[in-house]
Nanobody
């Protein structure tokens, strides 16, 4: 079965960096576009970054452009989100996501807290 497991979250000061990982199994990782979402308290879940598989470019939410970088390691079926220059507004639970056919799969999420 499809499994997505996020890790790498934590508490970081404003201006700091974190690298999130999403380890996957149960599907052909290199064949599917992958996404990072986040959900802050009291807010809707939002798309942070996406990486396509059949051409095209990575895309980012305007709020993270120039600070976050999405990448994949096909050999290890893992997706990453490098987050630099973190701000308090980046505080949220971060989720990895894949859509296979009509079904969307989610990990359990990893908490990122940006605070001094």
């Amino acid at each position: 079965q499809v499994q997505l497991v996020e890790s790498g979250g934590g508490l970081v000061q404003p201006g700091g960096s974190l690298r999130l990982s999403c380890a996957t199994s149960g599907f052909t990782f290199s064949s599917y576009a992958m996404n990072w979402y986040r959900q802050a308290p009291g807010k809707e879940r939002e798309l942070v970054a996406a990486i396509p598989r059949s051409g095209g470019s990575t895309t980012y939410a305007d709020s993270v452009k120039g600070r976050f970088t999405i990448s994949v390691d096909n050999a290890n079926n893992t997706m990453y989100l490098q987050m630099n220059s973190l701000k308090p507004d980046d505080t949220a639970v971060y989720y990895c996501n894949v859509r296979i056919g009509l079904k969307r799969f989610w990990g359990q999420g990893t908490q990122v807290t940006v605070s001094s």
